[in-house]
């Protein structure tokens, strides 16, 4: 598997977006690796995206999303769920794509529908937080080739807070693939 190159991750979001599905994400841990096939993600746009945390500015928890792309951006909701964005676009840009569902390839026999379930399935958590997408033991990669993916765009889960930002099409997933998490 080739590691996707730091050129792939500083363009637009939305195109990072539905490139990044149908490609493997790995994680060596343990002396295994985890991989698993995305297979639904969030866009979030920047601070001007109300949706995104970078909507409250620079702080020590987005810090990340500011930083250069090819990062991951980790993080815990509701006090209990790691969640994984890959941020994207040039260093300031403060955008990034969320990881939603991974259809399991090797070494997962946990539940990957969700972004939490998603972290925990593939060992994701705050030591992750910052890791540059192009190591060794956490990477996203290209896929062996596959049927052509028929995209499907939504408006992305949980945003309602957001005003028009929630109704945006910022949520793309492989149509028919059954791990993803809400159709």
């Excluded at 499907?152 to 945003?159: E, I, L, Y």
């Excluded at 149509?175 to 809400?182: A, I, L, T």
């Amino acid at each position: 598997m080739r590691k996707l190159p730091r050129a792939f991750y500083d363009r637009d979001t939305i195109a990072v977006a539905r490139d990044l599905l149908g490609k493997h994400l790995v994680h060596v841990c343990g002396g295994a690796a985890r991989i698993g096939r995305i297979v639904e993600v969030e866009a979030y746009l920047g601070p001007h995206d109300l949706a995104a945390h970078s909507a409250k500015g620079l702080t020590p928890r987005t810090q990340v999303m500011f930083g250069p792309p090819g990062h991951a951006y980790v993080y815990l909701i509701y006090g209990m769920y790691w969640c994984m964005n890959v941020v994207t676009q040039r260093e300031g840009q403060a955008s990034a794509v969320l990881l939603r569902a991974l259809e399991p390839v090797k070494n997962i026999d946990e539940h990957t529908r969700g972004p939490g379930l998603l972290c925990r399935a593939m060992r994701i958590d705050k030591r992750l937080n910052g890791h540059d997408l192009l190591s060794r033991d956490f990477y996203i990669a290209d896929a062996p080739p596959h049927e052509p993916l028929t995209i499907v765009k939504r408006p992305r889960v949980g945003v309602d807070y957001a005003g028009h930002w929630a109704k945006r099409l910022l949520r793309f997933y492989i149509k028919g693939n059954p791990f993803v998490s809400k159709r």
